[in-house]
């Protein structure tokens, strides 16, 4: 009785993280990329992150990894981090983080739609319904005047759109191909070699020269280590928690949780805008990712 009630907790707690802590990333990466230029931020935040995994991976033992599955997981790392997170992390520059969580909500409807058109996988009559609500709440979220008032504002909608891709393409590619046996390893490997494609775009775009110690803030470097150890380490080993414990598609309704979290903390701690329009496009775009996961 005392086993069940304990692990009862725990599966609480862990929803807690999944919902909370990754609902606050969004407003914790903008804070950290006010002194730490963005892909650096995320770069490092992953390579720390997929080092201290991989060296908590040691505790155990496990099958040997093969270089197929070592190139599987750095080519998801690539997908999942290095563009999916790293654009969303550059976007945030522009874009209210608020926003971007709801317009990162959007994914699941791109998803039906890529396994549509390349697996030839009919969506049912549930998620054609939720399909149409979320075309309508993006269209409506999108089309309010911040968004095209500045050509950063475009160029972080492109950003996301792109990382939205990225991570669609990758969630139907990752269930298909080989990766380390142990989902602890992999994600350590997903993590460094996303982490290091995302050191490679810094240097490339000039951030190096951008960054000075002098200027990190301790808001900053509180923000990365909570990005680290938080974000990464703790919601990751959470959410597998749960994937062991409770049906995928009670694990997914983080998808339309995080979006809430995400716009209230911006509006309670960044003083960031919630339009009517803006509370409407949400409504109507979350009941669409509702509806395509109740499928």
């Not at 504002?153 to 990766?179: C, N, P, Q, R």
Request: aromatic residues 14%; proline residues 4%; positive net charge.
């Amino acid at each position: 009785m005392k086993t069940q009630l304990s692990e009862r907790w725990l599966i609480i707690g862990a929803f807690a993280v999944i919902y909370i802590i990754w609902g606050s990333t969004y407003l914790v990466n903008f804070m950290a990329i006010q002194a730490i230029p963005p892909f650096l931020m995320s770069g490092t935040r992953f390579l720390a992150a997929g080092g201290l995994l991989l060296l908590l991976s040691t505790t155990k033992k496990h099958p040997p990894i093969t270089l197929r599955q070592y190139r599987n997981a750095v080519l998801m790392g690539f997908l999942f981090l290095s563009v999916g997170a790293g654009c969303v992390v550059w976007a945030e520059q522009f874009i209210d983080t608020g926003k971007v969580a709801l317009l990162i909500a959007f994914d699941p409807l791109l998803v039906l739609f890529m396994m549509w058109a390349i697996q030839g996988s009919r969506p049912g009559p549930w998620s054609i319904l939720g399909t149409i609500l979320g075309i309508l709440g993006m269209g409506l979220l999108v089309g309010q005047p911040q968004f095209t008032a500045s050509k950063e504002a475009v160029w972080g909608l492109i950003a996301i759109g792109v990382s939205m891709v990225a991570w669609a393409i990758a969630s139907i590619y990752v269930t298909k191909i080989e990766l380390p046996h142990s989902k602890r390893q992999g994600t350590a490997i997903q993590m460094l070699g996303g982490g290091f494609f995302l050191f490679v775009f810094s240097a490339l775009s000039g951030e190096f020269k951008q960054f000075s110690f002098q200027k990190l803030t301790w808001p900053a470097s509180f923000s990365w280590l909570y990005l680290v150890l938080f974000g990464s380490l703790l919601a990751f080993s959470a959410f597998n928690y749960l994937l062991t414990k409770v049906s995928p598609a009670k694990v997914a309704t983080s998808t339309f949780v995080n979006p809430i979290v995400a716009l209230f903390l911006g509006w309670a701690f960044n003083e960031e805008l919630l339009s009517i329009q803006s509370l409407f496009a949400a409504g109507i775009l979350l009941s669409g990712v509702v509806f395509i996961n109740s499928q």
